[in-house]
């Protein structure tokens, strides 16, 4: 995901979960706490340098109290096909129980 469409969808991400933090008052260090990840990673994330795997997409969304689609922005329709592609890249890299969690996880949204 290295073209323009990538790089702004990963910032879009960033900045929601960004947003959706402070909105909970917490800091990225007890956001990190709370998730079980390193502080910087939650800095990454949010400056769009690098996408969350599925499995702190999800403890993510449940933390900050949002369902998985209130993560992603709906503001560019290209940008949803780039989410797509994400989706399916990620879940050729899941073993079995990941997958099967993901599936579940999506199953509740649609």
Same mark, same amino acid.
């Given at each position: 995901? $290295?073209?323009?469409? $990538? /790089?702004?969808? #990963? ?8 947003? &959706?933090?402070? #909105?909970?008052?917490?800091?990225? !260090?007890?956001? $990190?706490? &709370?998730? $079980? ?6 800095? +990454? ?8 795997? @599925?499995? =702190? @997409?999800?403890?993510? %969304?449940? =933390? @900050?109290?949002? %369902? &998985?689609?209130?993560? *992603? ?9 780039? &989410?797509?592609? *994400? @989706?399916? +890249?990620? %879940?050729? !890299?899941?073993?079995? #129980?990941?997958?099967?969690? /993901? /599936? ?7």
């Amino acid at each position: 995901m $290295g073209n323009a469409k $990538g /790089v702004n969808q #990963k910032k879009l991400l960033g900045s929601r979960i960004r947003h &959706m933090r402070r #909105k909970n008052d917490l800091s990225q !260090e007890r956001l $990190g706490e &709370m998730l $079980g990840i390193d502080p910087n990673s939650i800095s +990454r994330i949010e400056c769009g340098v690098h996408y969350p795997s @599925l499995e =702190t @997409l999800e403890k993510i %969304s449940r =933390t @900050l109290n949002l %369902s &998985m689609r209130e993560l *992603f922005p709906d503001e560019h329709e290209g940008e949803i096909e780039e &989410m797509r592609k *994400f @989706l399916i +890249r990620i %879940s050729s !890299e899941l073993d079995e #129980k990941k997958l099967a969690q /993901v /599936v579940g996880v999506i199953k509740q949204i649609i």
